[in-house]
């Protein structure tokens, strides 16, 4: 057994039971990998010390063969003894000698040839038991890929642990590795204290590991697994929380909790709409947060079309209640200047002063923008990351707005809360942020990658959107049908954007392809309407025509790359073309497809790819944002779905999400408890969890999270 088990020791037993105490310094312990291009490759994989071999989990387990069951052409490992050994000279020019040996089990001998490793007769004595991974070649003989010395039993089936591994370092070296140093699982440290981990009813750390690596029984490995789990979920919530409840004893933020002139008069005459249900329970959110004096750091999240914006602008209007002022800030300029035009939309007449601050804006416009943003004349501003260069000073900075926020690194977000002002104690007031994300996220992904953050979704779409088809189209026949199809609705007098296919080496690369289709169709099958050209590599005044002639009608077809993704609002556009759709995610299809049914015509998507892509099928049978999400979750998984956050905490090694999703909502639960008891973790048997925390991220990652 790997695990203790639960039968009651009887005083002898207690009295006989071996005393030992952990020495955690010798994991620390270089591994002395051998030769030096193996020890490159280990480094490679992460493994300098013992402590990080043991770390080191296998990625599957398969069974060993003995020589009697291998059929020509098999790839398997088997557990062999050597008999006789010895190296002959290959005729071929360069080529080193080969290696041949004479190897047996219980069931059989055969021949194993290892090719450019002259060494290994030297090595590999006659009695020397050997693990082999490689390929039988028929006629009693075995080309072998991977090698290292074992004490396992000679022609056994036991299952046999394979590990990530790395040219330089097979898996079997690593397997090798492991069982040398399996003694020093005695020194693993237990994290948790014995009340926690008893009342999750969890195995010890050290038995776990010892599950994973060396199980005694079938059902030990899926056990030890998730007590690592666990640990890395914990430990990752923990993190966030305390980064948090730091933030907020650190921050002070002005509390805008006065009466709403300016933002009631807005809701009441303004809105040229009727809000959503989710809309004014999200707008009931911001309004509590905004009234506290810690600085609120919220995460709006909804699809395209649900509204955030009308949420983000109503924050900014309370910064404007109160004398103050509101930011709004977007990843890329295209982005920036559809904020922009949205909020002159939303707030029609001269309600508030606003303007748009980029890298375009010109000298002039931009040193009266600042003066007037520096004497406080200027309510509200919008920009790109522009907005938080040094030169850039507000009066007085409420309440931040950060679009896409995955898009900016830490050091971005954090320069926000220094543009506050100074409190009436000579404090620095840092602005509330409302931080806004177009990506539907699973609660699985939302509670690992933003525990930090109090989170509100936009379900409900506006009144008035229409359900948008999506169709996959392959062939050169249904090719044909579809542009058809887009020339009908062209010639009812709407509009339709085409997407180019995605070029992830090259924005340039992306911008001349979108040059290349915007001639063709041209030239071809939209040669009778009006066409515009719109991608990255444009200048900002050429990307601002291309986007408002199509706006004003004045082009019929919009061919794009992915720039449209977000920001582009057209009623008038009721179609939508994805060239090589394949090359797209679930999420920047669903987004791209976003675009259009924002009028009261019904819309059609087509996408150009193959029948059998999972993700387009999938996206051709649902429209809703959320269930794609954990589509998209359970088709590429977790670290693929998010990559790694800019904050620092990386993917997890162990963990499988949303496989794991219930081990994640114990440890959601078990970290809020133990930050609710002890916030700082100080208590003494707290101590070992402290020590796991800065072991995996590091003092630094235990700072306030920066908004």
């Avoid at 506006?462 to 058809?484: D, F, K």
Wanted: proline fraction near 6%.
């Amino acid at each position: 057994m790997s695990f203790a088990g639960v039968e009651p020791l009887s005083a002898e037993q207690l009295a006989d039971a071996p005393l030992h105490w952990p020495r955690p310094s010798r994991l620390r312990t270089a591994l002395g990998v051998k030769p030096p291009r193996a020890e490159r490759a280990a480094r490679a994989l992460g493994l300098e010390t013992v402590g990080d071999l043991l770390e080191h989990l296998p990625w599957e387990r398969r069974e060993a063969r003995t020589i009697v069951e291998l059929a020509t052409g098999d790839t398997a490992t088997v557990v062999v003894e050597v008999q006789v050994i010895k190296a002959r000279p290959v005729r071929r020019r360069g080529m080193r000698p080969l290696v041949e040996a004479t190897v047996a089990d219980s069931t059989g001998v055969m021949k194993a040839v290892f090719f450019n490793q002259p060494w290994l007769e030297r090595k590999y004595s006659a009695g020397t038991r050997l693990m082999l991974h490689g390929t039988y070649r028929g006629r009693n003989s075995f080309s072998v890929q991977a090698h290292a010395a074992t004490q396992d039993a000679i022609g056994g089936r036991a299952l046999v642990a394979h590990y990530p591994a790395s040219q330089g370092i097979s898996s079997t070296q690593l397997l090798a590795l492991m069982r040398a140093h399996q003694g020093a699982l005695d020194d693993v440290v237990e994290p948790l204290p014995a009340r926690l981990r008893s009342g999750q009813r969890l195995p010890d750390r050290r038995g776990a590991l010892i599950a994973v690596h060396f199980p005694d029984q079938p059902e030990d490995e899926p056990a030890g697994r998730r007590r690592l789990a666990f640990d890395e979920l914990l430990l990752a919530q923990l993190t966030t929380m305390r980064r948090r409840e730091r933030r907020r004893r650190s921050l002070v933020a002005q509390p805008l909790d006065a009466a709403s002139p300016i933002s009631n008069r807005w809701l009441a005459e303004s809105l040229p709409f009727v809000l959503t249900a989710d809309q004014r329970a999200a707008m009931a959110d911001v309004r509590k947060d905004l009234a506290a004096r810690r600085p609120m750091q919220r995460l709006l999240m909804g699809e395209v079309g649900s509204g955030k914006t009308v949420v983000a602008l109503f924050a900014m209007l309370r910064a404007v209640d109160h004398g103050a002022q509101a930011v709004l800030m977007a990843p890329t300029e295209t982005l920036a200047e559809q904020h922009f035009a949205t909020l002159q939309t939303l707030m029609p007449g001269a309600l508030v002063s606003a303007e748009l601050l980029t890298g375009s804006t010109p000298a002039a416009r931009r040193r009266g923008l600042l003066g007037r943003l520096a004497s406080g004349e200027l309510a509200l501003l919008v920009g790109t990351h522009a907005v938080i260069e040094e030169q850039v000073e507000f009066a007085r900075l409420a309440v931040a707005v950060v679009d896409e926020q995955h898009r900016f690194g830490v050091r971005q977000r954090s320069a926000l809360d220094r543009k506050g002002p100074l409190g009436n104690a000579g404090e620095r007031l840092a602005p509330h942020v409302l931080h806004m994300t177009a990506t539907p996220i699973p609660r699985t992904l939302a509670l690992s990658l933003y525990g930090d953050l109090d989170v509100t979704v936009l379900r409900e779409l506006p009144q008035g959107r229409r359900p948008i088809t999506t169709h996959l189209v392959s062939g050169e026949r249904e090719r044909a049908r579809a542009y058809e199809r887009i020339r009908e609705e062209l010639r009812a007098g709407r509009q339709a954007f085409v997407v180019c296919p995605l070029v992830e080496e090259s924005e340039a690369l992306q911008a001349r392809a979108a040059t290349v289709e915007f001639e063709r169709l041209v030239a071809g099958e939209f040669r009778d309407f009006r066409v515009s050209l719109l991608h990255g590599q444009l200048r900002p005044k050429a990307k601002q025509e291309a986007m408002a002639a199509f706006a004003a009608g004045s082009a019929d077809v919009l061919v794009a790359t992915s720039v449209i993704e977000v920001g582009i609002d057209v009623p008038n556009a009721t179609v939508m073309l994805v060239e090589d759709a394949d090359r797209y995610g679930i999420s920047q299809l669903h987004q791209l497809r976003g675009r259009i049914g924002r009028g009261s015509d019904p819309s059609v998507c087509l996408l150009f790819g193959s029948r059998e892509s999972r993700r387009l099928r999938a996206l051709a049978e649902h429209s809703d944002g959320f269930t794609l999400a954990e589509i998209d979750l359970r088709l590429r998984g977790e670290g693929e779905v998010i990559g790694t956050r800019q904050s620092g905490i990386a993917g997890f090694r162990v963990a499988r999400l949303p496989d794991d999703q219930e081990l994640l909502e114990r440890a959601h639960r078990l970290a809020q408890e133990l930050i609710e008891l002890d916030p700082e973790l100080i208590a003494p048997e707290h101590r070992l969890l402290v020590d796991a925390l800065a072991e995996v991220y590091g003092e630094a990652e235990l700072e306030p999270i920066p908004g």
